[in-house]
């Protein structure tokens, strides 16, 4: 049981990438992990206007903890008149974007240079639930 307390503990990395934070998560995004986490990106949305994107892609599991707290660094960075992005080919996470009906309130990405461009155009990817 302790073994898989360690092996689930998430990891993050940051860097600025010309003025945008990339936070590259992996591991796992739950219950006993999302709070650290969650005081992190709390400190990055802090500021007026974050530029932030999230990178999803080494994320192995992501519960509803996880979502809360993605939900708030997206509403703090709203707020503060910000950009929050997610970077994720996990087609299993869009469809939980899907079925919690979050699929339009994030920008979400499938590359890391995509979510980095300037222009913020639309850039929702659809959900295929196939």
Known sequence: MYENLIESAPCHTERLVGGVTVVELSGEIDIRTAPSLG??????????????????????FIDCSGLRLLCRARNRTV?????????????????????????GVFEVHHRLPEALAEDPVEKILPVSTG
């Open 39 to 60: 005081a992190r990106l709390d400190a990055l949305t802090a500021g007026p206007r974050p530029e932030l994107v999230v990178d999803l892609r080494s994320v192995s």
């Open 79 to 103: 707020a503060r008149r910000g950009r929050l992005r997610l970077v994720t080919d996990s087609r299993s996470f869009l469809r939980i974007l899907k079925h919690t009906r979050l699929v």
